[in-house]
């Protein structure tokens, strides 16, 4: 793995490159969204290497004149906030990875970098287009995600390779593709056993973002069951159901340690936009969230900077048993008001919310969320309907 990190970085350093391929998170940069993104990235640089071994010699090829193409993962998040990412960063430090070794946002200037070179752009854990990234459009080549599709937006050319399926984690949809692209030039396990720390990292993402295959939560599939039993082929732990649950313990612990953490960097953390909706979402309750000095000055000045007029908040903690709750807040009431009712009524699937007095002085919706399945996945369609009613707007 150090010898993707050094030649891609030397190779972008000093412009010594032919083709560029970005790797593109989301815009929450979760675990997820960051292990998507790295390991289709390193997967990429070993499948050209196979094919530039099969198809070139030293006896056809010029060395001074042949650039390398080089694949780049970008976590789309600035490398001020990479510190926010505390599971992210905790599991990378785990394998060996700094924040010098990976590339950020803002490490780049993508809008000047991209139409002047021969770029491609690859979406993972993500299929829609923030505002801010409508420009990368043209260049999006394939697309990789676990949400439910949408093609409201959806302007991407038509041989654009999309694999769209929901499953409990992105990185199960990533396993799949490599998989199924290493048999293409080698065996489908040869990278998986050339990079051990991938399937590590693929495997562990997994039983995180299923929480272990939890029963109750459901958010698990069968094709997720089927690639975790194949990585653990490889990885071959000792006791499986173990290794499971000490993987699940130490990420969810590194994950909800925001105790350092002040209202306004919980609610860069782990925040998408919708049109006009912020939604942040927690490793907390929202009741414990809304209980922090300062939270309700945080949330307006959040609304303000992200030109958003409403937030959906939304909480989880499962320390003793998994619990959700949600809120609505803005600083115009009735923006509120029209976003509550809203959600309150929903019905596919039904939300189950639970009325109940804002924890603290904040003037919010308060929810204690009763179907403990329905996470940001399932409100999007929520926000996606809301939003194109006009009479919401």
Known sequence: MDEYFTTTLDKLRTDNYGELTLVLGNESCDLDSAVSALVYSIFLHWQYQQIKCKVCTKINRNEDMYKDDIFLAILNVDRDDYELKTEVVYFFKEHGITAEKLIFRNDLDLKQLVPTKRAKVVLVDHHTLSSNDQFLTPYVTEIIDHRPIDK???????????????????????????????????????????????SDMLHSTIILDTVNFSQDLKKATPHDEDIILFLETLLKPGDYEAERKSKLDRLSQAKSDVSSLTPAQLLKKDVKIFGSVLVPSFPILVQ????????????????????????????????????????????????????????????????????????????????????????????IPVLNEYLNDKRFI
């Open 152 to 198: 409201s937006s959806w302007g991407y050319k038509e041989d654009t390779r999309s694999t769209i399926e929901t499953v409990g984690s992105c990185c199960t949809l990533i396993a799949q593709r490599v998989k199924d692209l290493a048999a293409l030039v080698a065996k489908d396990v040869d990278f998986f056993n050339a990079y051990p720390a991938c």
């Open 288 to 379: 414990e969230f809304l209980r922090k000095p300062g939270a309700q000055q945080a949330l307006s000045e959040a609304l303000a900077k992200r030109e958003c007029s409403v937030a959906l908040l939304l909480g989880m903690d499962y320390k003793e048993g998994m619990k959700r709750d949600t809120a609505v807040y803005s600083t115009q009431t009735e923006r509120a008001d029209r976003l509550s009712a809203f959600i309150e009524q929903w019905t596919s699937p039904p939300l189950q919310l639970s009325p109940l007095a804002p924890p603290s002085e904040a003037a919010c919706h308060y929810y204690k969320q009763l179907n403990l399945t329905a996470t940001r996945k399932q409100y």
